[in-house]
């Protein structure tokens, strides 16, 4: 058992790490280029995440995947909020993480599904590889107002600088 919490422990600072390493790239490279790359760090790691024989391997999946995952929506806020207009910045981030945990809602139920008809390592590996690549192809297509400002000015100070 104690190995089990070793496990889970490495793996979630591994998380920690990811959010901050691929936060840090996003500052440099833009948010949909660094969620990209986490998610490229995470379609890697699924072999040894998933398919692993040995103990040391699992971890090292384990530990990649978590830092990519993390990686990826740890920027994902950042980016929901550049994206979002003025009037509804509030609403907008929750609502779609709202959303989207209402559209996966029923995630158990298809793995569980397609474990039944591939097998537990293969149900696990496939419903990845389509999450990843479905908000790779989002994320991708999508635009970036990376560095927006969301400090309003009032139209008197945008007119002119005030004369000394």
Not at 13 to 28: K, P, T
Not at 92 to 113: D, F, K, R, V
Not at 117 to 122: D, E, H, L, Q, V
Not at 133 to 153: M, N, Y
Request: charged share 10%; aromatic share 10%.
């Amino acid at each position: 058992m104690a190995a089990i919490s070793y496990v889970a422990i490495a793996y979630n600072v591994a998380a920690v790490i990811g959010a901050c390493a691929f936060g840090y790239l996003s500052e440099h490279y833009g948010r949909r280029r660094a969620i990209i790359m986490a998610l490229a760090l995470a379609m890697m790691s699924i072999p040894a995440w998933v398919f692993s024989g040995s103990l040391t391997a699992l971890v090292i999946g384990a530990c990649l995947m978590q830092a990519g995952v993390q990686g990826a929506w740890g920027i994902i806020p950042a980016h929901l909020n550049e994206l979002s207009p003025d009037a509804v910045r509030g609403l907008m981030p929750g609502l779609a993480y709202q959303l989207g945990i209402l559209i996966a809602a029923p995630t158990n139920n298809i793995e569980y599904a397609l474990r039944d008809r591939f097998g537990y390592a293969w149900a696990l590996a496939g419903f990845e590889i389509v999450n990843i690549l479905l908000l790779a192809t989002v994320v991708g297509l999508g635009t970036e107002q990376k560095g927006k400002s969301f400090v309003k000015q009032a139209a008197t100070d945008l007119a002119a600088p005030k004369a000394q």
